[in-house]
């Protein structure tokens, strides 16, 4: 009797050919290397010698009017509990009364002079993150870091204040 036997049959797979499809090469911009946050000490001051409102300064103003705000705000808020505290107090006095009146008038226009600030303060942050803070709205020039650094909420430069300031006074006149 033969023998079966079994063949075994090659089985080949047929080799598919793989193709790298790149992306036709476009002259690409050159990546800008982004370094982490820029950090400064809290003794910096910005100088002369820097370039003119360049990420330190920004930095610096920011923090500046930001701690300015939170002054401003906590000032606000114990000024009114406190002066809403003593409103228990009525005195029968009519002497004692207006003067209470008066106190809580002054005090009251100082906390309204104090939230049109911290308004300013806002638009301010605002201008630093659109890149123009420290350039005057009218002029478009540089204000100057000594005048920044007076007023970090001015808007105008010198001049263009003085002529913003001669404006409102001829409106008032009329």
Not at 65 to 76: I, S
Not at 103 to 118: F, G, P, T
Not at 121 to 142: Q, S, V
């Amino acid at each position: 009797m033969p023998k079966n036997s079994k063949v075994k049959k090659k089985v080949t797979k047929a080799k598919t050919k793989t193709v790298n499809r790149t992306k036709p090469k476009t002259v690409s911009k050159p990546k800008e290397i982004k370094k982490g946050p820029i950090k400064i000490s809290k003794t910096y001051i910005p100088k002369e010698t820097e370039k003119y409102m360049c990420e330190k300064h920004k930095i610096f103003f920011r923090m500046k009017l930001q701690e300015w705000k939170k002054e401003l705000v906590r000032a606000n808020n114990e000024a009114l509990y406190n002066g809403s505290m003593d409103d228990n107090s009525i005195s029968a006095d009519i002497v004692d009364q207006a003067s209470s009146y008066t106190d809580k008038n002054v005090e009251m226009k100082s906390i309204n002079r104090q939230i049109k600030l911290i308004s300013e303060i806002d638009k301010a942050l605002a201008r630093i993150r659109e890149d123009i803070y420290g350039y005057c709205l009218d002029t478009a020039e540089p204000i100057g870091l000594k005048r920044l650094m007076a007023r970090p909420v001015a808007k105008y430069t010198i001049a263009a204040q003085e002529k913003h300031e001669k404006d409102e006074k001829v409106h008032a006149d009329d």
